[in-house]
């Protein structure tokens, strides 16, 4: 549980280990992302896609049952 450990261009240093869901989500919609593909993901989580007009995507990693963002990251390819 590492969303602590990364930096998500527009929002301020997250310092929590996690985040609700909800939480999370609102952050990114308030600075502009929007989610545009979810995928299974190792042990049974949840992968979402972010994207950014100016920033670059945003991976993000869900609890199995998507209440919870585990850790997100930014990726430079699809």
């Known amino acids: 549980m590492t ?10 240093q ?3 280990k ?3 869901a909800t939480q999370f ?3 990114l919609i308030q600075v502009g992302y929007s989610k ?8 049974n989580r949840i992968k979402v896609w ?6 670059s ?6 609890s199995p049952d ?8 930014h990726i430079t390819s699809q």
């Open 66 to 73: 998507g209440s919870v963002a585990i850790t997100a990251y």
């Open 25 to 27: 989500d609102d952050l």
């Open 36 to 43: 545009i593909g979810s995928a299974p993901a190792q042990g």
């Open 3 to 12: 969303l602590d450990k990364h930096k998500i261009d527009g929002l301020p």
């Open 18 to 20: 996690t985040l609700p």
């Open 14 to 16: 997250i310092t929590s």
């Open 50 to 55: 972010w994207t950014h007009p100016t920033y």
């Open 57 to 62: 995507r945003v991976e993000a990693i869900y």
